[in-house]
T-cell receptor, first 113, second 112 residues
Framework: NAGVTQTPKFQVLKTGQSMTLQCAQDMNHNSMYWYRQDPGMGLRLIYYSASEGTTDKGEVPNGYNVSRLNKREFSLRLESAAPSQTSVYFC????????????FGPGTRLTVL | GQQLNQSPQSMFIQEGEDVSMNCTSSSIFNTWLWYKQDPGEGPVLLIALYKAGELTSNGRLTAQFGITRKDSFLNISASIPSDVGIYFCAGSYAGSNYKLTFGKGTLLTVNP
């Protein structure tokens, strides 16, 4: 039981490049989330998926897209990376959208030059 | 959206000391959660609180859901070096559709 896994762990991009961050969970959770964490800040919600087939914007969705591929997997895509997207990205999952208890992955550290 | 004020921002203590940190909000929260984040890792849930006045322990950690529902406290007793990390409070409020709002974290350093 690996919990929430994320790939890659580190990534460096040039401005304008695109990439997809992958997230998978093996806890049979319905809801999944993408957050970004910046120095001195808390976690800010980018997008979330309350259940398979649905996605909704969070607090800071601009510049990102998401895909809920199936119940296990939720990916985050940067179409044209910008330096302002340099951050640590965390994926999380929970039993249901009514569950406040979220479990986090280890994070992806992204640098955009 | 709602904001959580978490304090202190950082603490530097000696091993064996007790630690207290808190979060406050201008609005009523229905749930309070406390997470710990080790360097290079994702946050790990420590304690979840669901009722006003609730006091819950997890080993040396004790957290309380404030009676006004606008604050929460986390205490760590007899700190040890592995307590080092960033502690985050988080909560959900009516109308948030169960999405969490996070505090900015308290960085705890424990001197052996």
């Amino acid at each position: 039981n690996a919990g929430v896994t994320q790939t890659p762990k580190f990534q460096v991009l040039k401005t304008g490049q695109s990439m997809t961050l992958q997230c998978a969970q093996d806890m049979n959770h319905n809801s999944m989330y993408w957050y970004r964490q910046d120095p001195g800040m808390g976690l800010r919600l980018i997008y979330y998926s309350a259940s398979e087939g649905t996605t909704d914007k969070g607090e800071v969705p601009n510049g990102y897209n998401v895909s809920r591929l199936n119940k296990r997997e939720f990916s985050l895509r940067l179409e044209s990376a910008a330096p302002s997207q340099t951050s640590v990205y965390f994926c999380a999952s929970s039993d249901s959208p009514r569950s406040d208890t979220q479990y986090f992955g280890p994070g992806t550290r992204l640098t955009v030059l | 959206g709602q904001q959580l004020n978490q304090s202190p921002q950082s603490m530097f203590i000696q091993e064996g000391e007790d630690v207290s940190m808190n979060c406050t909000s201008s609005s009523i929260f229905n749930t309070w959660l406390w997470y710990k984040q080790d360097p290079g890792e994702g946050p790990v849930l420590l304690i979840a609180l669901y009722k006003a006045g609730e006091l819950t322990s997890n080993g040396r950690l004790t957290a309380q859901f404030g009676i006004t529902r606008k604050d929460s406290f986390l205490n760590i007793s007899a700190s040890i070096p592995s307590d080092v990390g960033i502690y985050f409070c988080a909560g959900s409020y009516a109308g948030s559709n169960y999405k969490l709002t996070f505090g900015k974290g308290t960085l705890l350093t424990v001197n052996p």
